[in-house]
């Protein structure tokens, strides 16, 4: 299978069958590393760009073709017109696929002429608006952060992300330092080819993502528990700062991305698979962080099918077990204990809304307000919570959405 193949394979997973881009990657393993890597760009550019890719080839298209077909052609289209692909070629290996086909060969002319139409359009997606968010998730965040704040997010969500890198303490990273203490580099860069990877001196982690350790304030062998750790970006900050820290996730195979990344960066950790929901800890904790099962709707600039894949469905769902997660863990704590509860969400039913009903639930709980180095104020909540959106550096880049609030009791 061409990475190109693979590419239209994966849009029609995503868009046909409703399955996750990460989902699909172990049915990639006999493509090579630079074939695998190009087809999950072509896949995530494509999906980023489905809005104004249908906008273009509608005057061309009498009526939809089979979905196997329209992945092909926007996958071309998006070659050409956002890659800068060179037309000729990228028409040519998109009409052999479909020709490849015999089921579909026969709609192979067709799109052969459509797509050298859209080749002779001046900068199509000039005029066009960046794609928009669905409604279910578009509306409650209109609602939110106005209608600037959301065309803000989605300007930013139809980039490519950059790949953030945090660094031991005491370390360097690849790349461009950011105000917080992470190391930027551009989207697509093969970090395991770059210096101090084999050594474990950094690893991949967005810099939004990368301030919830530091908001913990961990000190070395405090007792720490992280709370659905996996794939343990969280973990290793806590370790290289010198806690004693048990990583807890209820996915195995995750965990075991976490395991390699211990055994790469010779840190350490107790790991346990187990549901923080029936799990008993056989004592208490100085300081816990729990990175909370959510709808993950601030990570859509570094995953572009969740969109396509999600309703909103589940969201009352999450947040039942978001609650139920953040009491447990809270009786988890020793007297004078902090907890750091966070979500990459950008609804606030999971993030300032749980903060509202826990502190309503426990008397006694209270925030202590962030202060970090490299933090906006403007993204602090009256009540001292962080507040990160994907739109924030949006010259640099952007960041993942997320929700973070520190507590003690």
Same mark, same amino acid.
């Given at each position: ?73 926007? $996958? ?56 928009? /968010?669905?409604?279910? $998730? ?138 923080? /929901? ?51 863990? $809270? ?79």
């Amino acid at each position: 299978m061409s990475a190109r193949a693979a590419a239209a394979w994966m849009l029609d997973e995503v868009l046909g069958e409703g399955a996750l881009l990460s989902q699909l990657e172990p049915q990639l393993s006999e493509l090579s590393p630079s074939d695998r890597a190009r087809a999950q760009r072509l896949a995530a550019l494509a999906l980023r760009h489905i809005e104004q890719t249908d906008r273009i080839l509608k005057p061309f298209l009498r009526k939809a073709p089979p979905l196997p077909v329209l992945n092909v052609i926007r $996958l071309a289209v998006v070659e050409m017109v956002v890659a800068g692909e060179a037309a000729h070629g990228v028409v040519n290996e998109a009409v052999g696929l479909i020709r490849s086909d015999r089921h579909l060969a026969a709609l192979s002319g067709m799109a052969n002429a459509v797509l050298r139409k859209v080749a002779a359009l001046d900068a199509p997606f000039a005029k066009l608006p960046p794609q928009r /968010l669905p409604y279910w $998730l578009r509306k409650p965040l209109v609602d939110t952060y106005g209608r600037d704040g959301v065309s803000a997010i989605e300007a930013v969500q139809a980039q490519p992300a950059p790949i953030d890198l945090t660094p031991r303490p005491g370390q360097t990273a690849p790349g461009k330092a950011l105000p917080t203490g992470s190391f930027r580099l551009p989207a697509g860069t093969q970090v395991s080819a770059l210096p101090g990877y084999a050594e474990g001196a950094w690893w991949v982690q967005d810099a939004a993502a990368a301030l919830a350790a530091p908001l913990l304030g961990v000190q070395p062998g405090e007792a720490v528990l992280d709370l659905c750790a996996a794939p343990g970006g969280k973990t290793l900050q806590l370790a290289a700062a010198g806690a004693q820290v048990t990583a807890l996730d209820l996915s195995g195979p995750r965990l075991e991305r976490l395991r390699e990344n211990l055994k790469r960066t010779g840190l350490s950790a107790q790991i346990i698979a187990a549901d923080a /929901l029936h799990w008993q800890p056989e004592t208490r904790y100085d300081a816990i962080l729990l990175d909370a099962p959510c709808s993950a709707t601030g990570t859509i600039r570094r995953h572009p099918d969740l969109p396509f894949v999600k309703d909103g469905s589940e969201l009352a769902e999450l947040v039942s077990l978001q609650a139920a997660l953040l009491d447990r863990a $809270l009786g988890w704590l020793k007297p004078g204990g902090r907890l750091v509860y966070c979500t990459c969400s950008l609804l606030p039913e999971e993030g300032e809304g749980q903060l509202a009903a826990a502190l309503a639930r426990h008397p006694g709980l209270r925030v202590e307000p962030a202060a970090l180095p490299g933090v906006d104020p403007a993204w602090l909540t009256p009540e001292g919570a962080l507040r990160l959106r994907p739109d924030y550096w949006a010259d640099k880049g952007g960041m993942d959405g997320f929700f973070m609030v520190r507590l003690t009791r």
